[in-house]
């Protein structure tokens, strides 16, 4: 059965005398239950459930009514917490060589620094070069030709020849001597000690001696020679020598 709200609502009032609820009771939440007496007479009584005999009396439904307007927007919630920081993320590939730079400028030349030495020169020989008891070898020098400069003192160190011996030296004197020449001018002599014809090659090396050049007022060129002679008659070579020339300024 159903009956218009409006109805329902107007036989609330006679139900509640009718089935003897109260006031306060009716205006609980509770549904509708009703109960045919006669024609044209209906009992209505509220409960929260219908009792045997009665059946729930469902409201028509009226029209839908028009949409409400919209609320007003609610405020912003409060920031939540930050979450917990991520692993981090593989390295990422290397990226392209950039272009080169600019040149600087040129520095500004430093202070002259104290007084001290250097080495200037290095002469050197490296090949096959004969010599005997009648023709001594005559030893030219790479890098021999150097120039002293004024108001320092230069000193020719670190003499050293290697040569091969004779197979055969006849005579008392076998030995070798080597003879350092500065600007033509024998300066320096070293001798072996004896030898046997057939010895492997040796080297002669001055520990204590050495060409000391006095100091000079202007610039001065130099140039280093060497010569190796037999003191017995046989023929050899000389396959190296060296020095090295040291100013001190």
Known sequence: MRLASSRIAALAAVAVTIAGISSADAAAPRIACGKKRRAHHLSVIFRP???KGWHVIQPKAGPQGAAGATGA???????????????AGADGAAGAKGATGLTGQTGMPGPIGPAGSTIIARPRFS?????????????????GDWTQAANTVDDIVGLTATVTLPATCTGILQRVFITWKLDGVDVVTVQSN?????????TLTTYTDAIHVPEVDTATPHTL??????????SATVTSAAASVV???
């Open 49 to 51: 459930a219908c009792p």
């Open 73 to 87: 927007t609610g405020a912003a919630g409060a920031t939540g917490t930050g979450g917990a920081t991520g692993p």
């Open 127 to 143: 090949g096959s070069l004969p010599y005997s008891f009648a023709s001594p070898g005559l030893v030219s020098f790479t890098n």
């Open 194 to 202: 004896p030898f046997t014809p057939g010895d492997p090659p040796m």
């Open 225 to 234: 020679t060497s010569s190796a002679q037999l003191g017995c008659n046989g």
């Open 247 to 249: 100013e001190f300024r």
